[in-house]
């Protein structure tokens, strides 16, 4: 695990080179360190806004027009009725993913951009509310919530998502010096909130041969919880090649 853990921080750091954040500031040391405190992204936005002179969507990895064709295909192949399809951009910090799922959908949706930091939070809304998303379907929401993902089973009851998205939060996770048991525990909560129907889409920059062991490993439990793990490759984005690792669970063999 330290080897792997090594692996992913030298990457992030590559991360920060090309992301703008380029002075390896306490910052920087800090979200190296702790990106499973949520103090740390807190601070991490507020400096973010207090640089800025307007409000600019900050995406991790790359935009949503990079992996769109990964998104609304699994997304249209759900089962569709009169109720919308509830889509979870787990971890969204200021990114445009999921205004831009719930703008572009053709299919009713109901999409939460949920994040640990209020801050985060706040300036979402307040972009949003500002720059009036207008969805495809007139039946389609959004909304955005302060959430810790690692509670995720005090928000969703079971089955009740059709698509969790993550761009990077379980990445943090794992790259954080404590967080590789967090990171467990949103892929267990993760897929219990998902319908049988439903798929965790993890877009990530960690090679198939170490993420398909641990998904493949953390997404079975013998009697509760069972899951097929499959991998598609992004491309290559500034030397860094990408992932979409996507996880749906079925009922498990009792």
């Not at 935009?63 to 997304?75: H, K």
């Not at 985060?120 to 929401?141: C, G």
């Amino acid at each position: 695990m330290a080897v792997v853990l090594n692996v992913l921080t030298r990457g992030f750091r590559k991360l920060i080179t090309t992301t703008g954040l380029r002075d390896h500031s306490s910052l920087t040391d800090e979200l190296i360190n702790n990106m499973d405190k949520k103090a740390t992204w807190d601070r991490f936005y507020s400096e973010n806004t207090r640089k800025a002179t307007h409000f600019t969507n900050f995406e991790w990895f790359f935009g949503f027009d990079a992996i769109r064709d990964f998104i609304m295909p699994v997304l249209y192949s759900r089962p569709t009725s009169d109720t919308l399809l509830h889509v979870l951009d787990m971890g969204c910090g200021t990114s445009a993913l999921g205004p831009s799922v719930y703008r572009e959908s053709v299919v009713p949706v109901q999409v939460t951009c949920a994040d640990i930091s209020p801050i985060a939070v706040r300036l979402m809304q307040e972009h949003t509310d500002t720059k009036s998303v207008q969805p495809q379907n007139i039946s389609s929401n959004l909304d955005f919530r302060e959430l810790d993902c690692t509670q995720l089973h005090k928000h969703y009851i079971s089955e009740s998502l059709d698509l969790i998205l993550d761009k990077g939060t379980i990445d943090a996770l794992l790259r954080s010096r404590d967080g590789g048991i967090k990171a467990s525990q949103v892929l267990k909560q993760s897929l219990a909130a998902l319908r049988f129907s439903g798929s965790l889409l993890q877009f990530s920059d960690e090679d198939p041969d170490s993420r398909m062991l641990w998904l493949e490993r953390e997404a079975q439990e013998p009697g509760l919880m069972a899951a097929n793990v499959g991998v598609q490759e992004v491309g290559e984005l500034r030397g860094v090649t990408y992932y979409c690792y996507q996880v749906s669970p079925h009922p498990a063999a009792q």
